[in-house]
């Protein structure tokens, strides 16, 4: 898209950026159903981090570009204590640099939305204040919240998965359909050929 004031060229987005984060898929049961089904949606592209990267050694001009590339980002991993896995760390302070997604000039994901899916061991009860955890979800994932606003993105509510290590095949199931959903409803709206 060209801007006629400036002469500036605006690259297009599309679609959705699937970034995954599980150091050890092939033993996940909830974050593979989940990934999954969100990769069969129409308009989705899927990164696998640890598969990318094994090695932590993370491409930042390839990643810039995929974000630069979409409308909405799209977080997955297993909360690692409290937090995410060390890899999706590695990549948000290696990527989300100063000048490109904060700071000045640093608007490269203003007005995108940023979208959080994270599985936990622990049930729903105990991420509450008289829990075992003692703070809600949304409380932990309070940094990646911020990390939305310093850079001019939309939060989106962020999807759970509680208890991803004790629900049966059926469970995983009806919460893949129910990520699936969540997943397209996120999606802009195509515009008819
Ligand atoms: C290193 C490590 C740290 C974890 N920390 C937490 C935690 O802080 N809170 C929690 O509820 N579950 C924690 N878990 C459990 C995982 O979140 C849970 O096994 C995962 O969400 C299940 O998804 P999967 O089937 O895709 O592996 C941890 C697991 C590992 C291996």
């Known amino acids: 898209m060209s801007d006629a004031t400036t002469g500036s060229v605006t690259p297009a987005t599309s679609g959705l950026l ?50 630069v590339a979409h409308d909405v980002v799209a977080l997955q991993f297993p909360l690692f204590w409290y937090s995410t896995p060390s890899l999706l760390k590695e990549w948000l302070d290696i990527v989300w640099l100063h000048g ?3 700071g000045e000039d640093g608007e490269a994901l203003k007005g995108k939305k940023l979208f959080v899916a994270c599985t936990t061991g622990g049930s729903a009860k105990a991420y509450h204040a008289h829990g075992y955890n003692r703070f809600s979800l949304d409380e932990f994932l309070r940094p ?50």
């Open 144 to 193: 990646l919240e911020q990390t939305a606003h310093l850079c001019g993105m939309e939060w989106e509510t962020p999807f759970v998965v509680h208890g991803a290590s004790v629900k049966d095949d059926a469970a995983l199931k009806s919460e893949a359909e129910r990520y699936k959903a969540r997943i397209a409803s996120l999606l802009p709206a195509r515009a008819e050929a």
């Open 18 to 67: 699937l970034v995954l984060a599980h150091p050890a898929l092939e033993r996940s049961r909830a974050n593979r159903a989940l990934a999954k089904a969100a990769k069969s949606v129409s308009g989705v592209t899927f990164k696998d981090l640890y598969e990318s990267y094994p090695d932590f050694v993370v491409d930042i001009e390839t990643e810039q570009a995929a974000l």
């Open 100 to 102: 490109f997604a904060y």
